[in-house]
Nanobody, 124 residues
Framework: QVQLVESGGGLVQAGGSLRLSCAAS????????MGWFRQAPGKEREFVAA????????YYVDSVKGRFTISRDNAKNTAYLQMNSLKPEDTAVYYC????WGTGGAATEHYEYWGQGTQVTVSS
C-alpha cells in the first residue's frame, strides 16, 4: 500500500511560482509512474503532468506546457511539480497519484494511489 502526501500549496499572485511536493511511502517509488492532477470547484479532475515509471517520458496538458515542470527524486521518494508564471485559472486542489509500472497516462483510472490534495490559489 502506497501513501502519498502532497505539500507546497498556498496563495500566490499571478505570475508567481510554487513548487509542489509529493512524498511517497510504503512501496518502491522508482517502480511507479507519477502524475499530477487538479480539480477546481465545480469542475472535473483534470490531468496536469506525469512521467513514466522509469522517467523516460513526461507528459503535460497543453495549458501548462512551458510553465510547469514535473520531476522526481527517487532517493527521496518524492515527486515535484514546479509551477511558474501562475495564472488565476491554475487555482485548484492539486493531487498527486501513483501507477505501478505505469506509462504516465492522463486517465485517472490508471492510477491506483492518490494523495489528499493541496490547495493552490492564484490571485489576479
Amino acid at each position: 500500500q502506497v501513501q502519498l502526501v502532497e505539500s507546497g500549496g498556498g496563495l500566490v499572485q499571478a505570475g508567481g511560482s510554487l513548487r509542489l511536493s509529493c512524498a511517497a511511502s510504503g512501496g518502491t517509488f522508482s517502480n511507479y509512474a507519477m502524475g499530477w492532477f487538479r480539480q477546481a470547484p465545480g469542475k472535473e479532475r483534470e490531468f496536469v503532468a506525469a512521467f513514466s515509471w522509469n522517467g523516460g517520458k513526461t507528459y503535460y496538458v497543453d495549458s501548462v506546457k512551458g510553465r510547469f515542470t514535473i520531476s522526481r527524486d527517487n532517493a527521496k521518494n518524492t515527486a515535484y511539480l514546479q509551477m511558474n508564471s501562475l495564472k488565476p485559472e491554475d487555482t485548484a486542489v492539486y493531487y498527486c497519484a501513483a501507477d505501478h509500472w505505469g506509462t504516465g497516462g492522463a486517465a485517472t483510472e490508471h492510477y491506483e494511489y492518490w494523495g489528499q490534495g493541496t490547495q493552490v490559489t492564484v490571485s489576479s
